[in-house]
């Protein structure tokens, strides 16, 4: 389970300030539960997951993954985290097989362990045929598979995903969206990021818009349609968020 509890995040901008980046963010995700974060450029979409993921340390409010801390216990609450993004780096030079298992060490598995999880990743992503070629030399929809099971390799409890499908083609896209939902099926607790309002209708069990660092409203798709009165998730979100785009075009994306 994550519970996101008042989480708030400032940054000293040295041209416009301090910046509240999220402000009083709450909201909870039970096992076996995909709960999207929806947003603008800006809105704090990405601040959120870095602080859920304790790789950022809200200025107040916490958050608490699988009951631990993440402002008490970060690296005990990082064990439990499998956390994308999209600045996930891989090492170029290193095979496919390479980068998982490396992963895999640093989390302390056994050598057996890294072993299991590294073929079973590999096969249910369907990126064997790539085990021993470079990443460097990967397609971008493949080096996001390899992202993903390096993210994965210590089977954490919580995926913490943000706009995993970005800039993917189709087919990749839904073997990704299939990916997720298998991990639902495993009890995995599941928090993602998406511009894509139909994958987000599509996948998630309940949604979060997040607007000027607020959670601004919460529901399944269905419910923030009824309360928007409209037929589609685009529509819903363009009604609750309004059509007040004032310096999101030159935003900072946080």
Do not use: W
Request: hydrophobic share 35%; with cysteine; net charge neutral.
């Amino acid at each position: 389970m994550v519970q996101a509890l008042g989480i708030t995040k400032i940054f000293d901008g040295k041209k416009r300030g301090k910046i509240v980046a999220t402000d009083n963010v709450t909201f909870e995700v039970s096992p076996g539960e995909i709960f999207g974060l929806l947003g603008l450029n800006g809105a704090g979409k990405t601040t959120t997951l870095r602080c859920l993921a304790a790789i950022l340390k809200p200025n107040s409010g916490t958050a608490f993954i699988c009951g631990i801390d993440i402002r008490k216990h970060p690296e005990k609450a990082k064990a439990k985290i499998g956390f994308l993004t999209g600045s996930t780096g891989l090492y170029g030079r290193l095979k496919t097989c390479e980068i998982i298992k490396y992963f895999g060490q640093l989390y302390g598995l056994s050598e057996t362990e890294v072993s299991d999880r590294t073929h079973h990743l590999m096969d249910i992503l369907n990126i064997t045929e790539y085990a021993n070629i470079p990443c460097d030399k990967l397609s971008s929809g493949t080096k996001q598979k390899v992202s993903i099971a390096r993210t994965m390799v210590h089977d954490p409890s919580v995926l913490i995903l943000d706009e995993p499908t970005a800039g993917l083609d189709v087919i990749t896209s839904r073997a990704l969206v299939e990916f997720i939902n298998f991990e639902k099926s495993r009890s995995k607790t599941i928090i993602f990021s998406t511009h894509v309002m139909h994958e987000a209708e599509k996948l998630c069990d309940r949604i979060g818009i997040i607007h000027k660092g607020k959670i601004i409203a919460i529901g399944t798709p269905d419910e923030l349609k009824s309360r928007t009165s409209t037929d589609d998730m685009d529509d819903a979100f363009i009604k609750l968020v309004g059509d007040n785009r004032e310096d999101t075009d030159d935003a900072v994306t946080y």
